[in-house]
Each structure stands twice: as structure tokens, then as C-alpha cells.
DNA sequence: CCCTGATTCGC
DNA sequence: GCGAATCAGG
């Protein structure tokens, strides 16, 4: 498989939207998430608005057998710190070497972390709240294997959508929306009781 | 162990 | 340019 215009395109798409490196890589088929990546990389669009969760900064130093005596100049250069990126929040500081695309901003992605005994505290719906507020809007019909299906509103009316927003892992849903769909049975009679 | 992206380097 | 192997982390 070569990376043509419309492969190219579809990456750029989902990487845009917040799509990890493996979803893209099973959509366009016949790549591995490594290729992904290395082409992600190749076309300079390395991180994207939101973060997929990782900051890049990482150094390594020389992990492999570096058996070639050779002189080698450093070439390598990273010198741009790289603070949490809040998308909606703080003020941007750094000068944003992004200016062309802006797509959407995933929102469930920069979210406190979810105790794994979490009861339904007022944190996650607030969380939940938030993310029904920039859901995407999917139509039944829009929604694929990668968008949360979770259902916002009342079916019988106009005022009714999915979050479509990425899934994290496999789930039906996002992250914030799985926190809130599978409550442990403990956390839920504590909660009641 | 599952996943994520980042980097290196032989091809 | 490509991507497997590897690294580093959640």
C-alpha cells in the first residue's frame, strides 16, 4: 500500500479529529499504526489540537548497540518546551507553529483522572455535561465503530443526537461517557445508601 | 496486558 | 519516503 492523495487525506482527516494512530491505521487498512505515525510525522502534523493525551518530550539516549564509532555532529534538536496544552482554558502562551488547519477540538481528552471506584460524583456529570455540550451531533447514520454512541436528548423529538465523539478503547462510548455508563455496583449503593 | 504516540534507522 | 522495531508512558 503507498500513502496516495486520498489515503493521505483520510489521515489528515482523522488524525485532525483526534483518531489515534491505530483507529486510522485499521480504517485505511494495509498499514500498520507504525506507518501512521512515521507518515504523521513526515507531513510535520505531529501533535494536534487537544493532545491525544501524549505531550512529545521524550529523550533518549542511545538505547541500541551503538557500535559504529562514528563522530556524529548532533544533529538532533528539540528545543521547544512543551507545557500542557489546555484547549479551552488558559491562554496560549507558546507562538503555535499551527496556523492552517483547525478542525474540532475533542473534548474528553484533557479531563481529570477517573478514580477507578469513582461513584457518580457531581465531577463526572459535570464532565458528562461538558461533553454533551461540544458533542458532535452524530445522526444514527453517522455513527461509525470509533464515535461514542452515546444518546443526548429526547429520541421522540428533534433534540436528539450522539455524542460521536472518539471512543477510547473498543467501548461504545468515551471516555467520559463510559465513566458514567458502567458504574461499579459498590460505588452505586454506597452513593444510594 | 491493553493501549497511546515518538523516535530511530535500515531499506 | 517508508515503516518495523523500539522506546516511553498511561
Known amino acids: 500500500m503507498s500513502w496516495t492523495e486520498e ?104 479531563l481529570p483522572p477517573q478514580p477507578s471506584a469513582n461513584e457518580i460524583s457531581p465531577e463526572t456529570l459535570a464532565s458528562a455535561r461538558e461533553v454533551e455540550k461540544s458533542a458532535k451531533k452524530l445522526s444514527l447514520m453517522e455513527l461509525t465503530e470509533r464515535t461514542c454512541k452515546w444518546p443526548i436528548g429526547d429520541p421522540a423529538t428533534e433534540e436528539f443526537w450522539f455524542c460521536g465523539l ?7 462510548y468515551c471516555e467520559v461517557h463510559v465513566s458514567v455508563a458502567f458504574q461499579p455496583m459498590s460505588a452505586r449503593r454506597d452513593r444510594k445508601r
Do not use: C, D, F, Y
Open 166 to 172: 472518539p471512543v477510547q478503547s473498543g467501548k461504545p
Open 7 to 110: 489515503r493521505v487525506e483520510t489521515l489528515k482527516k482523522m488524525w485532525g479529529e483526534g483518531q489515534s494512530a491505530s483507529q486510522i491505521a485499521k480504517e485505511l487498512g494495509g498499514v500498520t499504526r507504525n506507518a501512521v505515525i512515521g507518515k504523521v510525522h513526515r507531513l510535520g502534523l505531529s501533535n494536534r489540537s487537544g493532545g491525544g493525551g501524549k505531550p512529545a518530550a521524550k529523550e533518549k539516549a542511545a538505547p541500541k548497540a551503538e557500535a559504529a564509532p562514528k563522530a556524529k555532529p548532533a544533529p538532533k534538536a528539540k528545543p521547544a518546551p512543551k507545557p500542557a496544552a489546555e484547549p479551552a482554558k488558559a491562554a496560549e502562551t507558546i507562538p503555535a507553529p499551527i496556523p492552517a488547519r483547525k478542525a474540532i477540538i475533542p473534548a474528553g481528552q484533557p
